[in-house]
């Protein structure tokens, strides 16, 4: 029982440095006030108007605020008086300061290894870290003889727990008909594939329509990369399909790949996206992208590592 106290301090620790104290705060505060008034996560939705996974993400720490909309129901619900409201409001203050230090940051180590004028950091982008920050040459499986120490496995195993959670959480939206989750922010990798492993028949029908109807790019996207995933590849061509004719889901895959492909943050994957040729580690990036080209599990990171491999062509001489 020690150790697994000993490990959820050393989690929450961990959150606090990701995502910032005010933000760890609101999330904990949330679940707080709703225990004390004797509330099911499914009793408060319906209280406010939202449904369960919107109760469940506000409750849980992650990168992304809670909407302000959906605070102040919860605040005047759960009788905060304003509270709920102002820890948000402080949790966003470090949310911007937080990214304008890391943009700071990366802006003078990328000025050392970049070539003159290319905006890209060598050291910071392509020495491959996770989304722990971790170098990947540290992390190894039980064949690679390099051990994870302690800080990295928990790191891990929360990413690990989060995203299974997440998962459960959309899986259930989308079986209820809700798109709602889906709008509010790009899912990961790692999301999309354990949403898919739980899609069923009338499921993948409900993304397919999403994919193409929904007037939201990220909902659309998100569908999109889930049934790009789905065990089989059942649904690839349509895929396809999607990504040649939606400019904004495509913008929005590419992105996604680059980013992931590449170890690149997000902003800079953008620029990578506008103009690959430009890239100044081109050859580095076309070995992964043609990697990520016979990926068995992903249609659209195929077809998205495909097309930018052939925008990369002027840079690597092909």
């Given at each position: 029982m020690d150790e697994l106290g000993d490990i959820l301090d050393e989690m929450e620790r961990l959150a606090r440095i990701e995502m910032g104290e005010a933000a760890v705060s609101l999330h904990k505060e949330i679940k707080r006030l709703r225990l004390e008034a004797g509330l099911s996560q499914p009793e408060l939705a319906t209280r406010i108007g939202y449904t369960r996974q919107y109760v469940s993400l506000a409750e849980r720490p992650n990168k992304n605020l809670p909407s302000l909309e959906l605070i102040g129901a919860l605040d005047q619900c759960l009788g905060a008086g304003g509270a709920l409201v102002e820890l948000r409001a402080r949790a966003k203050e470090e949310q911007v300061r937080r990214r304008g230090e890391n943009s700071s940051?990366?802006?003078?180590?990328?000025?050392?290894?970049a070539p003159p004028g290319s905006g890209w950091g060598a050291s910071a982008d392509w020495t491959g870290s996770d989304r722990t920050g971790t170098p990947l040459s540290s992390i190894g499986g039980s064949d690679s003889g390099v051990a994870l120490d302690r800080r990295t496995f928990l790191s891990l195993a929360t990413l690990a727990a989060a995203d299974?959670?997440?998962a459960g959480d959309f899986a259930a939206s989308i079986?209820?008909?809700?798109?709602?989750?889906?709008a509010q922010v790009q899912t990961t990798y790692e999301v999309d594939r354990a949403?898919?492993?739980?899609?069923?028949g009338s499921t993948r029908s409900v993304l397919l329509r999403w994919a193409v109807d929904l007037d939201n790019?990220?909902?659309?996207?998100?569908?999109?990369?889930?049934?790009?995933?789905?065990?089989?590849?059942?649904?690839?061509?349509?895929?396809?399909a999607i990504l040649r004719r939606d400019e904004e889901v495509r913008g929005l895959y590419l992105t996604a790949v680059a980013s992931r492909v590449c170890e690149i943050s997000w902003s800079q994957a953008q620029v990578f996206v506008q103009n690959p040729a430009k890239f100044p580690f081109a050859a580095i990036a076309a070995e992964r992208l043609a990697r990520e080209t016979v990926s068995p599990v992903d249609a659209g990171a195929r077809w998205c590592s495909a097309k930018l491999l052939q925008d990369l062509s002027p840079a690597i001489g092909r």
């Open positions: 940051q990366t802006a003078t180590s990328g000025s050392r290894n299974a959670h997440t079986s209820g008909g809700d798109a709602g989750p889906l949403i898919a492993a739980a899609v069923d790019s990220v909902a659309r996207v998100n569908a999109t990369g889930i049934l790009a995933k789905l065990p089989g590849q059942r649904e690839s061509d349509r895929v396809v």
